[in-house]
């Protein structure tokens, strides 16, 4: 595993993100077409983003040039006090770490915070209604295991709090939602398996944008 000690958002950080499949797309990169003739294929939004990873390993830099939408930019703005609630709330020590990879630098994710030898932490800061809702009322965190099981596989460790952070609660001390989400090993080896194929899609991609006279068809 290697480390990287960079604020999320900074240059660095982008950065380091570059060419490199992340936690936060694990979910994308897994998507399979479940109905058709196609059935099985990556879908088109996973093709897209296969594509992606597979021109910044060619420029070396963000294709969107570390653009940032204004969800992402308040994320990155209400991470630290995200966090320093966790602390008071759990009487933790968490450590900020930036940004973990494989030591191949393939795949990667942003670890929002480090606890002790063993664990991490994710917070989110949503906006959306229906996504809020969806957590705190239907405790419903299917939409991001896969984000947080790769964190764990990233980093070996054992647990991780998915926390969400939502100031507009404070009015009624409901402003952080947390829950401890074990290391799934069996899940982690299916995600893996999974990642893997995806890896190969991303590298086809490179392969043939290389080549001299590139084949522009899809693969089967």
Request: hydrophobic share 40%; glycine share 10%; with cysteine.
């Amino acid at each position: 595993m290697i480390v990287v000690q960079c604020q999320q958002g900074s240059e660095e950080w982008h950065q380091a993100r570059c060419g490199a499949i992340t936690a936060s797309m694990f979910a994308t990169a897994r998507s399979r077409l479940k109905t058709g003739p196609s059935k099985g294929d990556f879908t088109a939004a996973a093709k897209d983003y296969a594509f992606r990873v597979a021109v910044e390993r060619i420029s070396g830099e963000p294709l969107d040039e570390g653009f940032e939408t204004w969800q992402m930019q308040r994320g990155h703005e209400l991470e630290p006090e995200a966090r320093m609630e966790h602390e008071l709330q759990s009487g933790l020590i968490i450590t900020r770490a930036g940004y973990v990879s494989t030591d191949d630098g393939r795949f990667g994710g942003s670890a929002d915070g480090l606890i002790g030898e063993d664990g991490g932490s994710e917070y989110k800061c949503l906006v959306s209604p229906t996504r809020l809702r969806q957590v705190l009322v239907g405790d419903d965190l299917s939409e991001f295991i896969d984000q947080v099981q790769g964190c764990l596989w990233l980093t070996g460790r054992k647990f991780w709090h998915f926390c969400l952070f939502c100031p507009a609660l404070a009015p009624i001390g409901k402003q952080l939602y947390w829950r401890e989400i074990r290391r799934d090993d069996a899940y982690i080896e299916a995600l893996e398996g999974d990642l893997v194929g995806f890896e190969a899609l991303v590298s086809d991609y490179e392969r043939r944008l290389r080549a001299d006279r590139p084949v522009l068809a899809e693969a089967a």
